[in-house]
């Protein structure tokens, strides 16, 4: 399936993968990083068409797109043989695209280099997740299970350990991280559900000191990520 990218940063990071079929730049438009994305599209021979805003505002249903949308092919889900050896975030049922992107950014940031999300009931890789993330989704696999139950314990087998992430978990900052990781984080309204904890080997929460005594999944993915990446850097 076709998508449009949009966003100067996006853009740039697609045209590296060299996935881009056509290229629409806002007519009189060459500063900045327009001038790179030109070049970066001329390098892969890569088609430029130049078109008036109100065309890139169609084509990117109104989002901020910076004056330039990419047409690119649909993007390629990896298989599940493709994850082992990295560390991996896995989203239980994270529906907001913008979530995804965010998480998507932050992993890409911080060496988790591969994502789970479950088959049903979760955002798929879009022009939102592109735009969020950045780019960063280029840069990493991601794998639609089937079903994530049976995949957790797939990746036990290869070595595993799974830490999921709730409010009554243990204290995340002492609890002793490290091996081959995976992650997982829940739904943006529910955390994560009652069957999938049974599968996770520690359950980890963030100490809380606020009056707001809950996070937003990307901003909860990005503390214990960067928390892991310490962890191991002082190992």
């Known amino acids: 399936m076709e998508e449009y990218i949009y966003g100067r940063n996006p853009v740039i990071e697609v045209l590296k993968s060299g996935k881009v079929d056509k290229l629409y730049i806002q007519n009189s ?10 070049a970066m599209a001329k390098e892969k021979k890569v088609l430029i068409s130049q078109v008036n805003k109100s065309k890139l505002d169609s084509l990117s249903r109104g989002e901020n797109h910076q004056g330039v949308v990419a047409l690119v092919a649909g993007y390629n889900y990896a298989e599940f043989e493709d ?37 049903h009931k979760s ?5 939102v997740v592109y735009k969020t993330s950045a780019g960063a989704i280029e840069n990493l696999k991601v794998y639609i299970a089937g079903n994530l139950s049976n995949d957790i314990e797939r990746l036990k087998e290869e070595g595993y350990w799974i830490y999921g992430a709730d409010m009554q978990g243990d204290n995340l900052y002492k609890t002793d991280i490290s091996g081959k990781i995976a992650i997982v984080l829940g739904n943006e309204g529910k955390g994560i559900s009652q069957a999938l904890k049974k599968h996770c080997d520690v359950i980890v929460s963030i100490p809380m000191s606020g009056q707001i005594n809950s996070l937003n999944v990307s901003c909860a993915a990005s503390i214990i990520m960067a928390e892991i990446q310490r962890k191991n850097e002082k190992a």
């Open 83 to 119: 994850l082992l050896g990295e560390n991996i975030v896995i989203l239980d049922k994270i529906e907001d695209p913008h979530n995804l992107g965010a998480v998507a950014r932050s992993a890409e940031a911080l060496g988790f280099k591969a994502l789970i999300i479950p088959k």
């Open 29 to 38: 438009n060459s500063e900045g990083s327009i001038r790179k994305i030109y």
């Open 123 to 127: 955002a798929y890789v879009n022009s």
